[in-house]
C-alpha cells in the first residue's frame, strides 16, 4: 500500500551542495516526511526537527 508519494524540493542552499557533491536527497526533506507519518512523543519530535546552524 501506498501511504504517501513525497516530491522533494531544491532551493541550492545547503541541500543542494549535498545533493550536488553527494549525489543525495534533501534529508530535511526525507526527515520532515518521516516525522509527518511517525507516532512520536513531543520530545522526540522537537529532537528531531532541531537544525545545527
Do not use: H, Q, W
Amino acid at each position: 500500500n501506498i501511504t504517501a508519494v513525497i516530491t522533494v524540493a531544491d532551493d541550492g542552499g545547503g541541500s543542494g551542495v549535498l545533493r550536488s557533491d553527494l549525489g543525495m536527497l534533501a534529508p530535511g526533506d526525507i526527515r520532515n516526511c518521516i516525522l509527518a507519518l511517525a507516532e512520536t512523543e513531543p520530545a522526540m519530535d522537537k529532537l528531531l526537527k532541531y537544525r545545527f546552524t
